[in-house]
């Protein structure tokens, strides 16, 4: 009987998926885009996420737990979906390769500012490599220990709050910001990586209500996330946190003890591990997509190349600014795959099961 991931298991692979690079500066974005109090963006992006998790539950029910590549092969003739294969690759392959950069780009600002950027992305790959030729279930395994090993660090929330002063939130709400609906987009790719959740049907306990995993890990990230924006918010003016490059960086460095300096380098290595699970598990759902198109190539082979190609994408954006650029691109087009997925497997579905009460 081959091993099958449970509700507590698809909650942690979720959240550590969906807890990204973004955060380092998601309280810069809400000041920035959304002005005084711009914390409360984060209530619809949390509505808006948590409907299109439901979407995503629609599928697994409708489809009894399928793969959605095979309720898509269903349908449509194998060769029209190469296309559609190949952008979902495309976009989850470039995407988790720019998170992975952004994180090497600041780690050697913080501690290697002289050593080549491309030796430590290449040391990172490496290690992704090796976990995605494991499995998912071996990848949920990872980020339940990850998770137990950097999960601890939210609790330095606490420290900040005798420096925390509820005027600094002023009375208004939403002033002073602009590009809202440019914001909102870039905002809401916090919340990405539950979307990959679709992918796990295949991987499940049929018998256990695993989409209420999915959503278990959202909601623990927007609470994760609303208290760290309301500490932001509390904490630094509204000009700071405007100016403020890593608002997260700098409330890390507040924290001094007398027998360690530069605090937030030693920190800043442990968010290592949930941006490793999110690379990951972007790549994996690449070479799954990729797997439909050439199924005879051994797995190892595919995703040494798959990884090859993302490491060469890598050399082309040198700066923090052009991978900021091409992530929010991306985010883009990771949100309209999170949306759109869902919504086409559920019109096939809908086809399907039409189709088949007319045979009957």
């Not at 690079?21 to 996420?49: D, E, H, K, M, Q």
């Not at 209420?212 to 609303?226: E, K, P, Q, T």
Request: aromatic share 16%; hydrophobic share 55%.
């Amino acid at each position: 009987m081959s091993e099958k991931l449970q509700p507590f298991h698809v909650a942690v692979l979720m959240h550590m998926t969906q807890s990204g690079i973004v955060i380092f500066t998601l309280p810069r974005s809400l000041a920035v885009y959304f002005g005084t109090n711009g914390w409360l963006f984060l209530v619809p992006c949390i509505a808006v996420s948590t409907f299109n998790i439901y979407l995503i539950s629609l599928v697994y029910r409708l489809g009894e737990g399928r793969s959605v590549f095979a309720i898509m092969e269903q349908s449509l003739p194998k060769p029209m979906l190469y296309p559609f294969y190949f952008t979902l690759a495309a976009v989850w392959l470039t995407f988790g390769c720019m998170i992975g950069k952004k994180y090497v780009l600041i780690f050697q600002m913080l501690s290697f500012p002289t050593t080549n950027t491309m030796i430590f992305k290449l040391a990172v790959d490496i290690l992704i490599f090796l976990m995605i030729i494991k499995g998912v279930y071996s990848i949920s395994k990872a980020a339940t220990l990850f998770f137990w090993m950097s999960a601890w660090m939210y609790l330095l929330m606490m420290w900040f709050f005798p420096s925390f002063r509820w005027e600094r939130m002023t009375p208004f709400l939403l002033k002073g910001g602009h590009d809202q609906l440019k914001g909102a987009l870039e905002i809401y790719t916090a919340f990405l990586g539950y979307e990959l959740s679709i992918l796990l049907f295949p991987y499940v306990d049929k018998k256990k209500k695993i989409m209420a995993g999915v959503h278990a890990g959202n909601l623990y990230l927007s609470l994760l996330y609303v208290t760290l924006g309301i500490i932001c918010f509390g904490f630094f003016s509204l000009g700071q946190l405007q100016k403020l490059l890593y608002p997260l960086l700098d409330l890390l460095a507040y924290i001094q003890f007398p027998f360690i300096e530069r605090l937030e380098n030693l920190l800043y290595g442990l968010f290592l591990f949930p941006v490793l699970i999110t690379v990951v598990m972007y790549w994996w759902a690449a070479q799954e997509s990729v797997r439909r198109i050439v199924p005879k190539v051994r797995p190892k082979l595919l995703t040494f190349l798959l990884i090859s190609i993302s490491y060469g994408i890598s050399f082309i954006p040198n700066t923090l600014d052009e991978v900021g650029t091409w992530i929010t691109n991306l985010g883009y087009a990771a949100t309209a795959i999170a949306f759109g997925f869902p919504v086409l497997l559920i019109l096939l579905l809908l086809i399907q099961r039409k189709g088949g009460e007319a045979r009957a």
